[in-house]
């Protein structure tokens, strides 16, 4: 039996894994965004597009609340992982979120900065952001 056990691990896919960023500065997630915006996800769906292996992913639309670097559309199309391992940000309709992308790319994962917006500290950010685009210093800690 343990045989067995082990026989079966071994032919198994590996599904352990972990979403691993790169940790940017605020600084440096700001300036690697063409696209930043703030957005309440309107519809989404899940879809399983083949250039990501079979990983399913969710592909939905947000609604443009306020434009904060470079131009979206009113109605944007985004694509990321479910969450999780797969460095997704978990989506909800009716929720808002921030956005950072890079121009003619629907997809956002935590790694680029884009996060549901839940909080005080988000709010804060947020007008972190908009203090380094328009003056180009950071305030406040990070």
């Not at 391992?85 to 921030?98: A, F, P």
């Amino acid at each position: 039996m343990k045989q067995f056990s082990l026989l079966m691990l071994l032919l198994l896919p590996g599904y352990g894994y972990a979403c691993s960023c790169v940790d940017l500065s605020l600084k440096g997630t700001v300036e690697g965004a063409d696209i930043i915006y703030i957005g309440e996800l309107k519809s989404a769906e899940l879809v399983y597009p083949e250039s990501y292996d079979g990983w399913h992913q969710v592909q939905g639309h947000l609604q443009v609340k306020d434009r904060i670097k470079g131009y979206a559309p009113d109605i944007d199309l985004i694509q990321t992982g479910t969450g999780g391992g797969d460095c997704g940000v978990m989506m909800t309709i009716g929720r808002e979120y921030l956005i950072f992308k890079r121009e003619n790319d629907i997809r956002i994962g935590i790694c680029d900065g884009s996060k549901q917006i839940d909080s005080h500290r988000d709010t804060a950010r947020i007008e972190r952001i908009k203090h380094y685009i328009q003056n180009g210093s950071i305030t406040g800690n990070e």
